[in-house]
């Protein structure tokens, strides 16, 4: 998909949050979803995303990775569920084995991919979710 | 604009890019990478590769610490995380040698390999230093183009 062809948000007004501890993935979703027109907010775990909800900042999507510090991807999505957190949270991580990949997916994701994420894998995150219908 | 300088350094970028490839110091997620520079982050693909590289000199301490000064108490856990997270961003901005060398070390954590893990070690260092070099001579070439008055190629490696 060339630069041109891209799907442009903005005007869905969209947010999403990104939850990854590393610097690296934390600027390339971000400029991934700001490609898009998605407006997003980034933070470093589990808790700082759970906190975040508590102040009561809410998001259409959620990043998450699963492997962070403090809490990690799996105990951040038990715990947004359970505080009635009904946004789409994408599972977006390395780990890529079945068990792992299903104890993710349990906790409460609504979709996974693994990383590394690229415009075509978020097309597809929005797309499931219904954020974008493709023409 | 010099068309003529200007072409010339435009073969030299896509030729030197596409060597870069060839000899597998990068694969497709760099390219994706540079899909996302625009006019409003011209820089874009230079930061985030500044911040892997950080990330690397920053796992390469920890790890010469746990593997090297501690030779009797090497945490081969804490130090297959660390390589975790190295593999994961090195993934992330398709540094595919280091990534690969990544691959390698964690292999060597599963079975307590201290002296694999050395070695690892020394290639992590080797890999990362060795694309630093090279990336930074790829985006002086941008700069040439740029100030040339030309446009930076995009190269497709399909």
């Known amino acids: ?135 | 604009m010099n068309t003529i300088v200007v072409g010339q350094l435009q073969r030299q970028f896509q030729d030197y890019i596409v060597s870069l490839y060839q000899q597998g110091y990068l694969d497709n997620q760099f390219t994706e990478l540079r899909k996302l520079q625009d006019e409003g982050s011209p820089d874009f693909v230079a930061e985030v590769v500044s911040l892997f590289f950080d990330d690397c000199a920053k796992h390469f301490y920890e790890f010469y610490y746990r593997i090297r000064e501690r030779p009797d108490h090497v945490d081969f856990k804490q130090v297959d995380s660390g390589v975790h997270q190295l593999k994961g961003s090195s993934s992330s901005v398709g540094a595919r040698r280091v990534k690969n060398v990544c691959i390698a070390f964690k292999e060597c954590c599963d079975v307590q390999n201290r002296e694999g893990c050395l070695r690892c070690l020394q290639q992590v260092d080797y890999e990362y230093k060795m694309l630093k070099t090279k990336l930074q001579d790829l985006f002086n070439l941008e700069q040439q183009i740029l100030q040339a008055g030309g446009t930076i190629p995009q190269v497709s490696m399909n």
Request: hydrophobic fraction near 40%; charge should be negative; charged fraction near 25%.
């Open chain 1, 1 to 135: 998909m060339t630069r041109e062809e891209l799907p442009n948000l903005a005007e869905s007004k969209l947010t999403a949050l990104v939850v990854d501890d590393n610097f690296v993935n934390q600027s390339i979703h971000q400029k991934l979803l700001a490609r898009l027109g998605i407006t997003n907010e980034v933070v470093c775990n589990g808790k700082e995303a759970v906190d975040a909800h508590c102040s009561g900042r809410n998001y259409d999507l959620i990043l998450m990775d699963m492997d962070m510090p403090i809490m990690n991807g799996i105990q951040a999505t038990k715990r947004l569920r359970e505080m009635g957190i009904e946004s789409k949270i994408a599972g977006v991580t390395t780990r890529a084995n079945e068990g792992e990949k299903k104890e993710f997916m349990e906790a409460g994701l609504n979709d996974f991919q693994e990383k590394p994420l690229t415009i075509s894998k978020l097309l597809s995150i929005l797309h499931k979710f219904d954020f974008y219908v493709q023409t």
